[in-house]
């Protein structure tokens, strides 16, 4: 009889009990079929690819960025050569095998024992995403024959694993690599909470179990924060206490990647702890909830944020990446509601570039919807108004900087549909930027994406992840998807791309623990996010409207 019951108590678990291991669904539409003008445009791309890079070959080898106007160099990410290492998976994704060998050479000579600029202190973020990022895509994607990639990550790994002090779970955002001390600076979630994917490959490569232990466990802590809306965490947090710092909540830069993360991460590890999936689905839900608003002029669907007491209509090129974010995240969890709004959000993410005057869209912007027009700043002006009435949303910042986020989920968007449309998108960008962002054979920045005569001018930096993401992104879209299927790998938050097994994510049916909100005042000031340019402060314009 007893064992009666238990076997119908656990049949009746079983039944009842929903597993917390979902069998994720396909990202990619089966039969995608490419027209043949896909191979055209492919081909465009990896022109601008090797006009570029043998610009920074001629002027800038070695140091971080190209300066395409001046034909010079500058070394914004500590004089590491970011633009060879962040270009390696895509000179292997576009199959430039000399420019490979060439930047592997390279890399063997790096020094991470200091920053070759002595001034300059070490981003574990962006040294994260483009150095360790970088080594490990190359490593992999290269069948794992390169070894001295593999060290590289783990040599400059090692300096970063001092950001974590004591028994920390929260890394601090920058290092001094001379001493191996922290700067004591309020960080970021993103800065904290987007490095799972690297550090935890790094540990499944070199068998060390720290660097996954490291990264996961600042992850963690950083979803169990109180919040006040489900899921969705305050922007800064305070290394030193692990507390949360202001309540300001975006998709945005300085919490972006956070977000990203949550759902990569169990993609590419299957065995990892529910929080992640959950508080990302959490996360999407409140969104839905809470920040999704709808423009009264052309319809628009845009993510809003929440400063701790109201909702800001504005939105930026950086945040752009939740769309293709959000079908990822909603294919794997068989969700079409998440894909549908995910698709919305990537139509006006695109209509920032389809509207103004270089079919290239700005780092800032704002939106008017039925429920208020609040942005933090001004109210819009005469001629905000009236290229609202036109377009649907309204310029606050009009430079352009080599973004790939519009690009980027304009990508996972023709993966996952199949629908042309995306490739009619990605061929105007291409067109755009060879028209509008050329300058002495490589490609340049410019000031002002509203201004098709050069009145703006150009902004004398290239950027890392224009190599690394803009076209990458570019190129396969165009490429053969069974080639860098997004059923086969993830990408990191730089497109380095990771291989990865069979999708099962491992998600909890009840909502995340969180601890209780502190009991501060809700709206403290806004946190000081690092000024550099992955990364860049994504209140500068509400900040200078103030
Ligand atoms: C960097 O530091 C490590 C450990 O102190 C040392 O073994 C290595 O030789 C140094 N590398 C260079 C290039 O100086
Ligand atoms: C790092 O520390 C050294 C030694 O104290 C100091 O000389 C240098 O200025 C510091 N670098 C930065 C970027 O703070
Ligand atoms: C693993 O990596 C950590 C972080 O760099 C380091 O402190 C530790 O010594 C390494 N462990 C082994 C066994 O090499
Ligand atoms: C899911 O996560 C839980 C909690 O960390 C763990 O015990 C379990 O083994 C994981 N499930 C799978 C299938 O990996
Ligand atoms: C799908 O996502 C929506 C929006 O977040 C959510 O309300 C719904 O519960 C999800 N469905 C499932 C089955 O998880």
Redo the contacts with the bound molecule.
Sequence with gaps: MLLLTNAFHLALLAIVAPSPFVSAGNVQKSGLQLPASAATNKAQVVTMFTDAYSVYQKVAFGHDDLEPVSLSFDDSRNGWGATIVDGMSTMLVMGLTDLYQQAVQFAGTIDFNQ?N??????SVFETTIRFVGGFLSAYQLNGEQDKILLEKAQQVADKLAFAWVGNNDVPFGEL????N?P?VAASNIAEAGTLTLEWTLLSQLTGNQTYADLAQKSVKHIASLGTQLPGLAAQGIDPSSGEAVGSYVTWSGGSDSYFEYLIKFPRLFPNSDPIFATTWLTAVDSSIKTLKKTSTVGGHVYLADFDGTQIRHIGSHLACFHAGNWILGGKLLNNDTIVDVALELADACWNTYASTATGIGPETFAWISSDGSFTGGDAPSASDLSFYSKNGFYITGSDYILRPEVLESNFYAWRATGDTKYLDRAESAIESVNKFLEVNNAFAGINDVNNANGGGGFIDDTESFFFAEVLKYLYLTFDDPNHISIDEFVFNTECHPFKAGPAEINISHSPPKTSPLPSSPLNLPLPQISPNPRLPNPFSSILGLL
């Design positions: 920053s600029v002595p001034s300059e202190t070490v001094n690599f001379t001493t001390e700067i």
